[in-house]
Nanobody
Framework: QVRLVESGGGLVQAGGSLRLSCAAS????????LGWFRQAPGKEREFVAA???????????IYADSVKGRFTISRDNAKITVYLQMNSLRPEDTAVYYC????????????????WGQGTQVTVSS
C-alpha cells in the first residue's frame, strides 16, 4: 500500500512556472511507477506524465503530447518524492493535479493506478 500526498499547486500567470511535489509513504517506493494526472472542470481525468525506475533499465519517463517540452517529471528515491516541474504554463493547464502510483511498470491509463493522492489545484490566468 502506498500513500500519496501532493503539494505545490497555486495560481500563476500564463507563461509562468510551478513545481508540484508528491510525497509517498507506506511501501518500497523504488518498486513503484508514479504518474501525474489532471482533471479540469467538466472533463475526464487525463494523463500528464509518469516515471518508473529499476536497477536494470534505469529511469523511464513518458509524457502526454500536450505537455511535452514544457513539463518535466522526476523522482528522488532518497526523499521518497516525485516532482512535476511545469514551465510555460497555459490557461488550458488549469486543473486539479493528482499523483498516482502503481507497482513496477509505467502506464498512462487512470484504471492502471490503484493508489491516488487527494489532488492539488493549479490555476493559470491569462
Amino acid at each position: 500500500q502506498v500513500r500519496l500526498v501532493e503539494s505545490g499547486g497555486g495560481l500563476v500567470q500564463a507563461g509562468g512556472s510551478l513545481r508540484l511535489s508528491c510525497a509517498a509513504s507506506g511501501d518500497t517506493f523504488s518498486n513503484y511507477a508514479l504518474g501525474w494526472f489532471r482533471q479540469a472542470p467538466g472533463k475526464e481525468r487525463e494523463f500528464v506524465a509518469a516515471i518508473s525506475w529499476n536497477s536494470w533499465t534505469g529511469t523511464r519517463t513518458i509524457y502526454a503530447d500536450s505537455v511535452k517540452g514544457r513539463f518535466t517529471i522526476s523522482r528522488d528515491n532518497a526523499k521518497i518524492t516525485v516532482y512535476l516541474q511545469m514551465n510555460s504554463l497555459r490557461p488550458e493547464d488549469t486543473a486539479v493535479y493528482y499523483c498516482a502510483g502503481r507497482p513496477f511498470t509505467i502506464a498512462t491509463m487512470t484504471s492502471d493506478y490503484p493508489y491516488w493522492g487527494q489532488g492539488t489545484q493549479v490555476t493559470v490566468s491569462s
